[in-house]
């Protein structure tokens, strides 16, 4: 409450008063040792208080097997804080009825008032929250600042009874027109009558549409307030106004509830209607059961759309991704030999080695040349460059490991990234290698050949590490040169001390 508002409503004279029971009632709320006896006498002032006390303990909410005949048993039965809430509710609910309205529609008021009051209560239910009565309570009374402030403002209202069915609107007018909305006038009144403190937050809250997920049960009341009205518009407002779905999507949003933990929750508030309108002596929805079917049918059809949105977009989703594999192939692919080109070898060995640097693990380069290259161009010719270039890449695909790399290293050299071998792993991937191009005849264009190949290789390990990638990759073709010098086909290990030749760099 702001300084300014409480200035602005004290130079208004004409607000409610509690009446005398509720007045006893609010006192014995404050009072840290209350007891039976003391409760008991304080509704015994109002014979009909009792009355409806009596209905409500008998009535399907508490499902007792023994009837409660006496006020004494009834009090057992509800317990001292929810028999306090429940007298207060019926203590103000028939003072504050029988005031003349200036401009608020009293029936429409006090029906989302009811309406509001069990739909909190459900709501408390749903999420396992103890004070039950309290949050009728305060469901009941959170929008008591339009009955405050059309007293004190009479002109406020008049001439507004279509947006009155409207509650965001409402306030929105009271803002325009007064600075403030109901819900802080009513928070300051309910604190003016020394109302418990959890009621009065409760109603100065009640307009705040917070979507985070509850926090704690302080936090939970204030939220099964805060909800109730939109839940109580479901039941009040015309087929094409009930904002069901949006108060399904909050209740899941701020609870944790699906969809069809709301609708039990409707189905609850449909329940305890009669017995409501009963002890409250008023009419609140007429075909309630219709109104939970229709709500249910709504949501079983926006459950299917969603399903069938979530298909597509699933679908969307697959398509994108393999149009970006398709798209990553073509910009990391040679596409001459179909391994990966020589920008994608250089980021992907520059990752492996900083990765097996920083957790001391082994990593490999192997470099493997065509022999004789242009001995096999003379044979096939050079417009089957291509063709020798992708059964190589093939060949030596089919012989590393999984998580090897293979990529196109210059004009008749490959390259192998081997990601965690140490030197005996790769001289078996080597080995492999050099046997099947030893081995495979390839065919290309009606000629029959083998397509040797020279490797060489080096290991970056804890025991000897490099300084950097390209380091690494220049022992590997090192140990090329090396072979190439002892024949075809050969198989070289880089050995380190020995002087390096002149060779060009990743």
């Given at each position: 409450m702001t300084p300014e508002l409480d200035r602005h409503l004290r130079s208004f004279t004409n607000f409610p008063s509690p009446p005398g029971v509720a007045t006893k009632l609010i006192e014995l709320a404050q009072d840290p040792n209350l007891e039976l006896g003391k409760v008991a006498a304080a509704i015994s002032m109002d014979p009909a208080l009792v009355t409806k006390v009596l209905r409500i303990a008998n009535s399907p909410l508490y499902a007792q097997r023994r009837r409660s005949e006496t006020l004494r048993q009834a009090l057992v039965v509800l317990g001292l804080n929810a028999t306090l809430a429940l007298s207060l509710s019926f203590s103000l609910v028939k003072s504050l009825r029988g005031a003349k309205p200036n401009g608020v529609n009293h029936p429409l008021y006090w029906r989302r008032s009811l309406l509001c009051g069990i739909a909190a209560r459900s709501l408390g239910e749903a999420t396992g929250h103890s004070f039950l009565e309290e949050l009728f309570l305060a469901g009941l009374v959170q929008d008591i600042g339009i009955l405050a402030l059309d007293r004190a403002v009479p002109e406020l209202y008049r001439g507004t009874s279509e947006l009155q069915r409207q509650h965001r609107e409402l306030a929105a007018h009271e803002r325009k027109k007064f600075g403030h909305d109901h819900a802080e006038v009513g928070a300051w009144l309910l604190q003016r009558w020394n109302m418990p403190l959890r009621l009065t937050e409760a109603v100065g809250h009640s307009h705040r549409q917070d979507i985070r997920r509850v926090l704690d049960a302080e936090d939970c009341f204030n939220r099964c307030v805060a909800l109730s009205g939109a839940l109580a518009d479901v039941f009040l407002l015309p087929a094409e106004d009930r904002p069901c779905l949006e108060v399904a999507q909050q209740v899941e949003r701020v609870?944790?509830?699906?969809?069809?933990?709301?609708?039990?929750?409707?189905?609850?508030?449909?329940?305890?209607?009669?017995?409501?309108?009963?002890?409250?002596?008023?009419?609140?929805?007429?075909?309630?059961?219709?109104?939970?079917?229709?709500?249910?049918?709504?949501?079983?059809?926006?459950?299917?759309?969603?399903?069938?949105?979530?298909?597509?977009?699933?679908?969307?989703?697959a398509s994108l991704t393999q149009r970006a594999t398709a798209l990553d192939e073509q910009v990391t692919r040679d596409p001459v030999s179909g391994a990966y080109n020589r920008s994608y070898l250089e980021r992907c060995l520059h990752e492996q080695f900083e990765s097996a640097t920083r957790e001391g693990a082994a990593l490999s380069i192997a470099v493997c040349d065509i022999d004789d290259f242009q001995r096999v161009r003379d044979r096939v010719g050079p417009e089957s460059d291509g063709h020798v270039l992708r059964v190589t890449g093939a060949l030596l695909a089919g012989c590393v490991r999984r998580m090897d790399t293979v990529a196109r290293y210059d004009a008749d050299a490959f390259a192998v990234v081997l990601p965690q071998a140490d030197e005996a792993a790769a001289r078996e991937v080597c080995q492999r290698i050099v046997i099947a191009s030893q081995t495979t005849r390839h065919s290309i264009h009606a000629e029959s050949l083998s397509i040797t190949l020279s490797v060489g290789y080096a290991t970056h390990h804890p025991g000897h590490r490099f300084a950097n990638a390209e380091a690494l990759v220049k022992a590997a073709h090192q140990a090329l040169q090396k072979a190439k010098l002892q024949g075809t086909n050969q198989m070289v290990v880089y050995e380190p001390g020995r002087p390096a030749p002149r060779v060009y760099f990743l």
């Open positions: 609870f944790d509830l699906d969809k069809e933990r709301f609708a039990s929750i409707l189905d609850r508030i449909s329940s305890v209607l009669p017995d409501t309108e009963s002890v409250f002596e008023t009419d609140l929805v007429e075909d309630p059961v219709g109104i939970v079917e229709q709500a249910r049918e709504m949501l079983m059809l926006r459950h299917s759309q969603s399903l069938r949105d979530l298909t597509e977009l699933r679908q969307e989703v």
